[in-house]
Every structure is written in structure tokens, then in C-alpha cells.
């Protein structure tokens, strides 16, 4: 049986395998991991039945994400900020509890302001380096990778001169389900 052109490549049909000698775009790999952090962050909202709008000008925070459940207390519709970072310098699935993520300090303060009216998350996605291994599509799925942390920096203190680490925990993957319970939380009264 001869082989065709991908499958000698090493891919394979169903999306298994390295997806290797696609003629990629010359735009930024930065402005590419920006546009791939999008869309998990769309993903992952309208799983969780969440709607999504775009500040303009954006003023340091990239999305307002709202939630709408006649269980809130707070109010039927409840909204927090989303800011997004993506990074290739973390390997998949960190060691330990945390990972350590470098912050602007004009970011953290926007993000560490309490009190607040509108809480305020960070989103971080780990990325592989090489764009060929991004995604994986198959007959029943897409798969993204790597993975998207979430934390709340309200009250994180600005250590370093002109940045500061922050420590992203492991245990904070943001899919749909946490989605949900952050808005859950928020719409009780509560932090994300």
C-alpha cells in the first residue's frame, strides 16, 4: 500500500501524530497565540452559556464575561473582567502546585485593585512553541493545546521595579465547569 504526502509526514487522519510542512502565514507568533487564546476563551464561554464583549478601547483589560442564571443574588446577570496572557517559556502540565508568570507592574495594579465592582481574573495559556502543534482536529473533535490557568490577583502586592512574578496554581484549569463556579461564586456575592 503506498503512502500518500501526509501520512509519510507523520500525520495521520483523525488527528493523531506531528502536523509538519504546512505553509504557514508570516504573521507574529505572539499576534497568533493571541488570537489562538481567544478562541479557547470562546470555547470556554460558550460552553459555560457565557457571553463575551470587547472593550474599546480595551484600557488593560481584554474581555467582559457575563454570566445570566435566575439564581444569582447579586443580580440575574453577573460580569467579570478577563485579561489574557499566553506564554511558550512553561511546559505543559507544570510541576507542582504553581508556576511562576511575570507580570507588567501597570497590569498587575489594573488586576490587584480591590475593592472593585466588576471582579477581574487573569487567564494564562501555555502554548508549544511550534504553531504545528497547536491543534488537532479529528472526525469528533478539535483539540487545543496546551491549556489555559486562571487566578485572581485582588490584593497582590507589586514587588519587583518594573515587573513582578505571580504565582499561577495548577489546580486552577479554566474550562467551562470553573467558569461556571467563578460566576457562581460572583453571582452570590462572593470573589471568582
Keep these: 500500500m503506498a503512502l500518500t504526502q501526509p501520512e509519510q509526514s507523520g500525520v495521520l487522519h483523525g488527528g493523531a501524530g506531528p502536523r509538519t510542512g504546512a505553509l504557514r502565514g508570516t504573521l507574529a507568533t505572539t499576534a497568533c497565540m493571541e488570537t489562538l487564546q481567544v478562541g479557547y476563551l470562546h470555547a470556554v ?17 481584554d474581555w467582559h464575561v457575563s454570566h445570566g442564571a435566575p439564581e444569582h443574588v447579586v443580580d440575574d446577570e453577573v460580569t467579570i473582567k478577563v485579561q489574557l496572557k499566553a506564554t511558550y517559556q512553561i511546559p505543559p502540565r507544570p ?22 465592582a466588576v471582579h477581574k481574573i487573569l487567564v494564562v495559556m501555555l502554548v508549544p ?24 490577583l485582588a490584593g497582590h502586592p507589586v ?20 467558569l461556571c463556579e467563578i460566576m457562581t461564586r460572583v453571582g452570590s456575592g462572593g470573589t471568582p
Design 45 to 61: 464561554a460558550a460552553a459555560a452559556g457565557c457571553s463575551l464583549s470587547q472593550p474599546f478601547p480595551d484600557n488593560g483589560i
Design 95 to 116: 510541576a507542582g502546585a504553581t508556576f511562576s508568570f511575570t507580570l507588567d507592574n501597570e497590569h498587575l495594579v489594573k488586576l490587584a485593585r480591590t475593592p472593585v
Design 129 to 152: 512553541r511550534e504553531r504545528d502543534q497547536w491543534l488537532a482536529a479529528g472526525h469528533d473533535r478539535l483539540d487545543l493545546r496546551h491549556c489555559c490557568y486562571w487566578t485572581n
Design 159 to 178: 514587588t519587583g521595579r518594573r515587573r513582578t512574578t505571580v504565582r499561577i496554581p495548577t489546580t486552577r484549569i479554566f474550562d467551562d465547569r470553573a
